[in-house]
């Protein structure tokens, strides 16, 4: 007849082995492949929470490039109607020194030819992507553009994208099509501070639609008299108060696409830093119980070790 000894102890140890071993097995998984939530609910919630947040961080992602894009096309026309406004106010300047007495007024001509050639540089130069708020071509005319300036979150998670109209009519210095339709090709006419009445334009542009019969360019020689400077003066005098409200207008516009793009950065910034945090801590979670139960483990096996060793010697005797 056989006897079968059980000690206590030996049995203890491989039950709590066992145990730890089938907890390992189970938290394993979670940790090196991906966040697992415990229950149905905390899944649902879980990820609904992050999958709601991610498309919406995309999207602003989207609109945000989108905006950069609308911005950049107000900076460079508010920056050529700075340049121009400058060369504007600097002809008006040369015309009031060709009133002094013994001015070379040719000379005087050929500077202010120059800072026209100039103009049309600045003008031309004032494009992004394909849009000049400053320029219409022969066969064009001024149109209203739509810029996306902002994009609001509704209750219901979705984006509403805001837009900003902006009518280059109100920017326009040089047209090519029709000469009254912008502010440098078109005539002003009009009584100087003298009495002395005039219709003068800054620029020919070759327009197919050219200035209005009877305005003349403005240009200098040594015939041109006092009175016809006079009237080049207030016309450049009209012609810099129209481009400062042009400015203004874009300046208005820029503000509007430029501040809507500070709040996308913000919104996106947000919503990648939510998601981030609920996989972190989700995952930091399951690490947490994999440190856990590998310890537990090997206190357990150190254990059954030291139990089999116990039972060895007892054999022994």
């Keep these: 007849m056989s006897t079968v000894w059980l000690n206590p102890s030996v049995a203890g140890a491989a039950s709590m082995a066992s145990a730890a071993a ?30 709601t947040m991610r498309p919406g961080s995309l999207s602003a992602g989207s609109v945000q490039e989108a905006n950069e894009i609308a911005a950049a096309v107000s900076d460079t026309a508010a920056l050529g109607l700075e340049q121009a406004t400058d060369i504007v106010a600097r002809i008006q300047q040369k015309l009031v020194l060709a009133k002094a007495v013994g001015a ?3 000379g005087i001509n ?10 049309v540089e600045v003008v031309q130069d004032s494009t992004f992507n394909g849009d000049n708020w400053l320029m219409v071509e022969a066969g064009g ?3 209203v553009t739509s810029l996306l300036a902002s994009v609001t979150t509704g209750n219901d998670g979705g984006l509403s994208i805001n837009m900003v109209d902006f009518d280059t009519a109100k920017s326009t210095l040089v047209s090519r099509e029709d000469a009254g339709e912008g502010v440098l090709t078109r005539a002003y006419a009009g009584t100087s501070l003298g009495g002395v009445p005039y219709n003068y334009y800054l620029m020919d542009a070759q327009s197919r639609e050219p200035a209005e019969a009877g305005a003349r360019e403005i240009r200098i020689d040594s015939r041109t008299t006092g009175d016809e400077i006079d009237g080049m003066i207030s016309t450049l005098n009209r012609v810099l108060i129209d481009m400062v409200s042009a400015s203004a207008e874009v300046s208005t516009t820029r503000s509007q696409v430029t501040g809507g793009g500070v709040l996308l950065q913000g919104l996106q910034g947000s919503s990648e830093l939510g998601v981030s945090r609920l996989v972190d801590t989700e995952l930091n979670e399951q690490r947490v119980r994999l440190t856990a139960e590998k310890v537990q483990d090997q206190l357990q096996s150190s254990a059954l070790n030291i139990a089999n060793v116990s039972m060895t010697s007892w054999l022994k005797l």
Excluded: C, F, G
């Design 104 to 106: 070379d007024r040719n």
């Design 110 to 119: 050929a500077d202010i030819s120059q800072m026209k050639a100039e103009l």
């Design 22 to 51: 089938s907890a390992l097995d189970r938290v394993t998984p979670r940790a090196v492949t991906a966040p697992v939530a415990e229950t149905e609910t905390d899944a649902s919630s879980y990820w609904s929470i992050s999958t």
């Design 141 to 143: 005319r001024p149109k």
